[in-house]
């Protein structure tokens, strides 16, 4: 009797055996599952990241090259104006000259341009000899084209 009841626990030990196995190799399975996921999530995460660097380093690039078309282009600008900057003062003094001379003739009563040139203070003037020989300052087209 004794082999009996060792013959209906031996039954019962290999299926709790069984059921263990069968319970732990789900276990394992779902752990496999669970582990090729995370590797997925994190691949498509490393993938999203590297398109956001190319991305950005593109932009970066862009912004970079604007920044450089920007820079020559003041660079241009600061040299006109610096060349409308002298114009003007010199046109300036020229008018300021023009200006004497209308006073000039305005208040003495000088009548040619002759007796203005005879007059001492506009021959000693500098600017009466820049006004005779120099040509008149024109603006090129390609300034005014921004």
């Known amino acids: 009797m004794a082999s009996s009841s060792n013959n209906s626990s031996s039954p019962r030990i290999q299926n709790s055996g069984s059921e263990e196995d069968l319970r732990k190799r789900k276990r394992m399975q779902s752990n496999r599952e ?18 956001q660097l190319n991305k950005i380093k593109k932009d970066n690039a862009q912004i970079l090259t604007t920044i450089t078309v920007t820079s020559q282009q003041f660079v241009h600008v600061e040299a006109d104006n610096s060349v409308l900057m002298a114009q003007m003062g010199e046109l300036s003094q020229r008018l300021n000259y023009l200006n004497e001379i209308i ?17 001492h203070d506009l021959i000693n003037s500098p600017w ?11 603006a090129a087209a390609e300034m005014l084209q921004y």
């Open 103 to 119: 006073n000039l003739m305005n208040n003495n009563g000088v009548t040619s341009l002759f007796e203005v040139e005879n007059h």
């Open 34 to 51: 669970s582990a090729r996921r995370s590797r997925m999530r994190k691949q498509k995460h490393l993938d999203d990241l590297t398109d």
């Open 128 to 138: 009466n000899m820049m006004y005779v020989n120099q040509q008149p300052i024109m």
